[in-house]
């Protein structure tokens, strides 16, 4: 077999290629993309010193699994693990994502409740939260909400549904990876037990 050889087993493409994770706590005014046509800063630019650190010959193409859109910051998974992104994203899989949300203003306890029992209806379908809860009780317009959904902007459309503008988007929680000890704007490598438990998800 030689390298330039497409070898399947099982209708599976192995690939020679090293596998590499990296977690990036994404900052804001980032396109989640490997490139912009306008020219805008892409999460890309920022892990520039992740590129530099792999010693292969030919550099792996590394891309974001699932997307942030450019307001929203925090937890960003980007891998060259095709077959891992593909689960990760797959709605059968439902991975779980915790978000915290600031409004613009108090959340009512009434609206609270409707989403918390799913009476919310975007042009898509029920929105369905799996927990929402006020982590800070000094501030109701501070809100935590956790969903399995990949839906395009749940959280800004489902708070927007009910009259409430979403000041503040950051994912905290991403199949098992928190942003804790990262600064914003900073990535770092997935340690061995971290891509184990991602692995998981391929079961």
Known sequence: VKVKDRVEFDG????????????????????????DEKGRRTVMDLLRGAYAQIKAIKKPRLYPVGRLDRNTTGVLLVTNDGELAQKLTHPSTEVRKVYHVILDKKLRKEDFNKIAEGGVVL??????VD??????????AEVGVQIHTGK????????ESLGYEVEKLDRVFFAGLTKKDLPR???RFLREDEVRLLKHFQN
């Open 152 to 159: 395009n902007r749940f959280i800004r459309r489902l708070f």
């Open 131 to 140: 927990e929402i809860a006020y982590p800070n009780p000094k501030n109701l």
């Open 185 to 187: 704007g900073k990535w």
């Open 12 to 35: 599976k493409l192995l690939s020679l290629e090293k596998k590499y994770y990296v977690l990036l706590n994404k900052p804001k005014d980032f396109i989640t993309t490997l490139s």
């Open 123 to 128: 042009e898509d379908g029920i929105a369905e």
